[in-house]
T-cell receptor
Framework: AQSVTQLDSQVPVFEEAPVELRCNYS??????LFWYVQYPNQGLQLLLKYLSGSTLVKGINGFEAEFNKSQTSFHLRKPSVHISDTAEYFCAVSENSGYSTLTFGKGTMLLVSP | DARVTQTPRHKVTEMGQEVTMRCQPILGHNTVFWYRQTMMQGLELLAYFRNRAPLDDSGMPKDRFSAEMPDATLATLKIQPSEPRDSAVYFCASGVRGVVTDTQYFGPGTRLTVL
């Protein structure tokens, strides 16, 4: 069975600073990887996904993530954050099998201050 | 801009009452997922449908929860009887099978409070 670990429950950062949100996964088979963002009192919105091909994936709102198979990681990065990026970010994994269920990490709260 | 819709957005009820949550998936999507989000457990998959057929409901307490898709435009999640520990935000997501996997699109959620 797959699992996802998001190492940081909260990441405080100042506006315009770079940020990295960490995600590690565990699986016995190949996987697909996703990052979702949840703004307060809203549903989850897909930021980006890795299915195959280039290990550097670009998403919406200036975010990108890099798949590292040897380190079983899929860290999310943004070179310069805005106040509006304050939200909870979820990493999720889906195994390469007939079913496509997602297993989510516990989430990382990104807190951007002026 | 196609979206998943969920009703009601908020529900407060008393223990023992029946609760029904509804989800309208994005038109053309053939997979529907139900999740529950709590502070303690995070996001948990409750049930999963493809082409209206249940594929996996192992995450759902069978004695009180039931999930159905009466038609392609409606998915329902029922709790009977409800208990205070069912208080959570319930999300519906819909998806369509791509080349290798589904990409899931989430609704805004139903916030359930059971007193």
């Amino acid at each position: 069975a797959q699992s996802v670990t998001q190492l940081d429950s909260q990441v405080p950062v100042f506006e315009e600073a770079p940020v990295e949100l960490r995600c590690n996964y565990s699986s016995s088979v190949s996987v697909y990887l996703f990052w979702y963002v949840q703004y307060p009192n809203q549903g989850l919105q897909l930021l980006l996904k890795y299915l195959s091909g280039s290990t550097l994936v670009k998403g919406i709102n200036g975010f990108e993530a890099e798949f590292n198979k040897s380190q079983t990681s899929f860290h999310l990065r943004k070179p310069s954050v805005h106040i509006s990026d304050t939200a909870e970010y979820f990493c999720a994994v889906s195994e390469n099998s007939g079913y496509s269920t997602l297993t989510f990490g516990k989430g990382t709260m990104l807190l951007v201050s002026p | 801009d196609a979206r998943v819709t969920q009703t009601p957005r908020h529900k407060v009820t008393e223990m023992g009452q029946e609760v029904t949550m509804r989800c309208q998936p994005i038109l053309g999507h053939n997979t529907v997922f139900w999740y529950r989000q709590t502070m303690m457990q995070g996001l948990e998959l409750l049930a999963y449908f493809r082409n209206r057929a249940p594929l996996d409901d192992s995450g759902m307490p069978k004695d009180r929860f039931s999930a159905e898709m009466p038609d392609a435009t409606l998915a329902t999640l029922k709790i009977q009887p409800s208990e205070p520990r069912d208080s959570a935000v319930y999300f519906c997501a819909s998806g369509v099978r791509g080349v290798v996997t589904d990409t899931q699109y989430f609704g805004p959620g139903t916030r359930l409070t059971v007193l």
